[in-house]
């Protein structure tokens, strides 16, 4: 087969390492130029106890990308403390490595030059007809040094339906990944949405920042594969609406597109049987942007969205939460 990749990000440079590890494919790489320090668009940072059996797949050593684990495995979460398998990678450099001077082309595909093609351009779906009820929420987000160690904490922004995070970037806590993100928050000065997050913060200086759009509306998985264009993490609608991650369902997606190559349906079909669940949970999702409260059935599709994501709430904490995000909603930013 002849197949275009589009996008060099995590499921684009996977799917292309795992494909000339196999060298039965034709095989050309797109993108376009990106602009910002790290190279990444957007760059986040977070991986789950999953991502290690995806990476030694490709012939890589999952543990030379670790940059930080919390200590005890927890984190806070607006007050309560979680469970957490999430840790930190050096993203910038698994990408570099997956791809291994692989040339990338910056000019648009001739999709008629190809048997496949693999539309892994995320939450821009560049190649993939448009989603009829799709959901983008504004991403913002730092790095930056602080003087006084951090530890990873979750919580929601203020005034407007979204949360913010603090990730640690080395094991000192020293190196911090620190952003928010919120559907409604187009209108709002960045610094306003990430200033409770901040005045936790002693920072010193700021390393590089960006801002993106990530998709949380889930999949559609009657629009995944479209003739000869299929679509792969984020592009496909991928995303924890609940959590915002992406990066292990982009490695699962990708390998779940390699193994299926050649059958579109059986594609579609593995798909939608890992996360099927990802809609109830988009829908839950979706009342909380609009200042709805989650009644017990939503609450139950976010809270299995977190711990898809690698967080796990004690039950007895998510009367608490929930009230505590609504007040924080209803809160003045």
Known sequence: ?????????????????????????????????????????????GVDEHFDRFIIRAGLDPLAYRLHNPPYLLAQLEGAVARTTVFMIDKPRLIRDLLQGADVRLNPIDVEGYDLVVDATGQARAYAPPLAQDLKARVIQWRVRVSVPTTTSFLPTRGLPGYMWVMPLNQDGTDVHVGAGCELGNRTPARELVRPAFSSLNITSVTCACGAFIRLSGPDFSNIVCGKIWAVGEAAGLVGPASGAGNVFALQSALELVENLFDPAGYVAALRRRFAPLIPEAKAVRKVLAGGLPNLSELYHIHRGWQRAGVVVAWRDLPKLAIAMRRAYATAA
């Open 1 to 45: 087969m002849k197949i275009a990749v589009a996008g060099s990000g995590l499921a684009g440079s996977y799917i292309h390492r795992l494909l000339k590890m196999r060298g039965e494919h034709n095989v050309d790489l797109y993108d376009v130029k990106h602009k910002i320090a790290c190279g990444i668009h957007p760059c986040g940072y």
